[in-house]
């Protein structure tokens, strides 16, 4: 099963033997489904800790939202280009086309604001200003909102338009 595998990724229609970049990018998008919930629950639990550190100020709390949204932000960006690789060359019927293009682009933005969350909490490490933190909750709870956001995007594509409030 293996050397079929590896001689899909190498030959062409044909049976040439070069490397067949179309079919390897497609394999690596393949990864995209098994990452993706990662960030997600990242993010997601980044908010709530924070949400509960201010009501519960301590280490524990400030500590674990700091280790998520570091995380989430390592991980973002590739599962992001793991999402680009996936839908590469794919179209989608009607309005799920409209559906594909958001949810792509939700997910680089997303990516993208991880980064920014990330280096606004390193940044009220090292400063412990507390405009630096208030600015780190807010991006934060946009952030949570992204994430969600783009995930229910994802999931239209996955389930079917309105999956989420059909009855």
Not at 2 to 27: C, M, R, T, V
Not at 75 to 84: F, I, R, S
Not at 104 to 124: N, S
Request: aromatic share 14%; net charge neutral; proline share 4%.
């Amino acid at each position: 099963m293996g050397g079929n595998f590896i001689k899909i990724l190498l030959a062409d229609a044909a049976g040439a033997s070069h490397i067949n970049w179309l079919a390897i990018i497609h394999w690596i998008g393949n990864f995209h489904p098994v990452v993706l919930h990662f960030p997600i629950a990242m993010i997601t639990m980044a908010g709530i800790a924070e949400l509960l550190n201010t009501r519960h100020p301590g280490s524990l709390y400030a500590n674990s939202s700091r280790f998520m949204i570091l995380t989430a932000a390592i991980v973002t960006l590739p599962n992001a280009l793991l999402g680009l690789a996936l839908g590469y060359e794919v179209s989608y019927p009607g309005p799920l086309s409209d559906v594909f293009w958001w949810h792509g682009a939700c997910g680089f933005t997303t990516a993208g604001f991880a980064l920014f969350v990330a280096w606004l909490r390193e940044r009220y490490e090292r400063s412990r200003d507390p405009s630096t933190l208030s600015s780190y909750r807010t991006w934060l709870a946009f952030l949570v909102l992204l994430v969600l956001s783009t995930a229910y995007l994802g999931g239209e594509m996955t389930w079917g338009l309105n999956h989420f409030f059909k009855l």
